[in-house]
């Protein structure tokens, strides 16, 4: 259903401008000689329209290196990794700029829908992360720690992308909220960072209440091809522009 949608309402009023794109833009060689692999032994699709979809969005994320940095536990930003463009969403609550008009309109959407989308985290500071790391530590345990809490540098908030929504519920996702975003966020840009099942992959528990804003052509290509995991979509991205 997901993907008849996005078909619907953003890849196909894009699939004849798609193919010209991915020929004009100044990317990598092996997207512009039209090679059957891209990188890290990624096939690229045989079918002619699947295959200038993934070129149209693969050339935009990879002419995007702020909406691409992987965190997991072993990599991270710096103390001094401070976005410039914060806005606020919340109270105190900051987004970088796009994420930030992203959320809002969704919010909208949401709204008109009657669901409450409330941002209860955005924007973190390395210093602030450390703070809630050794909290964690201290009350909980290292091990607690290490297991539910980001260490400072390696917390997705710190990029000023991600944003972590209120729930109705004791289960997030047991809520209306939930049901909307999962059906809805993409649309926006929006994406899951943390899905139930893939916390050895990604090195975080299962967070349905946290998502990060990776643009809808981000999400264009996690949901169409990788699986739906944000986490391999990255990855393969982080992978492609370090080459």
């Known amino acids: 259903m997901q993907k008849t949608k996005f078909f619907i309402q953003i890849i196909l009023p894009l699939a004849v401008a798609a193919a ?23 096939i690229l699709p045989q079918d002619m329209m699947e295959r200038s979809i ?3 969005n693969y050339n935009y994320m990879i002419g995007r290196p702020d909406l691409i940095v992987l965190l997991d536990k072993q ?4 103390a001094e990794h401070i976005p410039q ?8 609550h900051m987004l970088r700029a796009e994420a930030a008009e992203a ?10 829908d009657g669901i409450t989308l409330m941002a209860i985290s955005a924007y973190r500071s390395y210093d602030y992360q450390k703070n809630i790391y050794e909290r964690g530590k201290k009350h909980f345990g290292r091990k607690h720690a290490e297991k ?5 540098g390696h917390s997705q908030h710190q990029l000023g992308t991600a944003v972590d929504i209120k ?19 993409g649309n926006y840009g929006f994406s899951m960072s943390f899905p139930q099942g893939q916390e050895e992959k990604t090195g975080f528990n299962y967070e349905p209440w946290h998502y990060r804003y990776i643009s809808p052509q981000g999400v264009i290509l996690q949901d169409i091809f990788f699986g739906g995991s944000q986490y391999d979509t990255l990855a393969f991205l982080q992978g492609c522009l370090a080459r």
Request: charged fraction near 15%; charge should be neutral; hydrophobic fraction near 45%.
């Open 85 to 92: 463009d914060l806005v606020v969403v919340r109270g105190r």
């Open 54 to 56: 993934f070129l149209y």
């Open 20 to 42: 010209l794109a991915a020929c004009a833009s100044v990317q990598p060689a092996e997207i512009i000689e039209e090679k059957p692999t891209v990188c890290g032994g990624y």
């Open 148 to 152: 539910y809490i980001a260490a400072p």
């Open 167 to 185: 729930n109705t519920n004791l289960n997030f996702d047991q809520s209306a909220e939930f049901a909307w975003l999962q059906k809805n966020a």
């Open 103 to 112: 959320f809002k309109t969704m919010q909208a959407a949401a709204k008109a």
């Open 75 to 78: 990599s991270a930003v710096s």
